[in-house]
T-cell receptor, first 112, second 113 residues
Framework: DVKVTQSSRYLVKRTGEKVFLECVQD?????MFWYRQDPGLGLRLIYF???????EKGDIPEGYSVSREKKERFSLILESASTNQTSMYLC???????????FGSGTRLTVV | GENVEQHPSTLSVQEGDSAVIKCTYS??????FPWYKQELGKRPQLIID?????GEKKDQRIAVTLNKTAKHFSLHITETQPEDSAVYFC????????????FGTGTRLQVTL
């Protein structure tokens, strides 16, 4: 009963490529988030969205952008991939208000 | 912004013993504190949460305590089992736009036989 789906489990991209990571949720959640997970650093917020076409920067937005054209879909874009963007990317969603997240399975991105 | 510190980074206990993971937060307006468990190769999953109007919450072998004055909260796992081995993350958030969570850096718990 997967409810947050990330389009790719593993990706390998070249430096300078434009990369799209897709996330779809079927729970009618208002909020969607993109985090990156690195050893020893925990989960760090890149961008989030609280409504269609609404987006806000998180703690580490540099080098990333996002798109939310539909409520169920939230895309993370790496404008020009660099090796320091090699990481595990986790998408999550939640209802509006103080609620826990449902996470996707993650996309492990390697930039070579 | 909010800052969440989590300790220890690694914890090894024998099966049947208790495990305690501690977190501190900086934003006194934070009022929601969830805990996530991430098994190897899997997504983080919510295991328990607590809100600021409650001092303690328990769910079978798992309990969370909150001290708002000291701005810290803790996860307690009793009678640990091998399947409790995972990375645990604490988090904090406050009312606001999307009520985004700030996570701690994680604790790798190893339960040995």
């Amino acid at each position: 009963d997967v409810k947050v789906t990330q389009s790719s489990r593993y990706l390998v991209k070249r430096t300078g490529e434009k990369v799209f990571l897709e996330c779809v949720q079927d729970m009618d959640h208002e909020n969607m988030f993109w985090y990156r997970q690195d050893p020893g650093l925990g989960l760090r917020l890149i961008y989030f969205s609280y409504d269609v076409k609404m987006k806000e920067k998180g703690d580490i937005p540099e080098g990333y952008s996002v798109s939310r054209e539909k409520k169920e879909r939230f895309s993370l874009i790496l404008e020009s991939a660099s090796t320091n963007q090699t990481s595990m990317y986790l998408c999550a969603s939640s209802f509006r208000g103080l609620y826990g997240y449902t996470f996707g399975s993650g996309t492990r991105l390697t930039v070579v | 912004g909010e800052n969440v510190e989590q300790h220890p980074s690694t914890l090894s206990v024998q099966e049947g013993d208790s495990a305690v993971i501690k977190c501190t937060y900086s934003d006194s307006a934070s009022n929601y504190f969830p805990w996530y468990k991430q098994e190897l190769g899997k997504r983080p999953q919510l295991i328990i949460d607590i809100r600021s109007n409650v001092g303690e919450k328990k769910d079978q072998r798992i309990a969370v305590t909150l001290n708002k004055t000291a701005k810290h909260f803790s996860l307690h796992i009793t009678e640990t089992q091998p399947e409790d081995s995972a990375v645990y993350f604490c988090a904090a958030s406050r009312e606001g736009t999307a009520s985004k969570l700030t996570f701690g850096t994680g604790t790798r718990l190893q339960v040995t036989l």
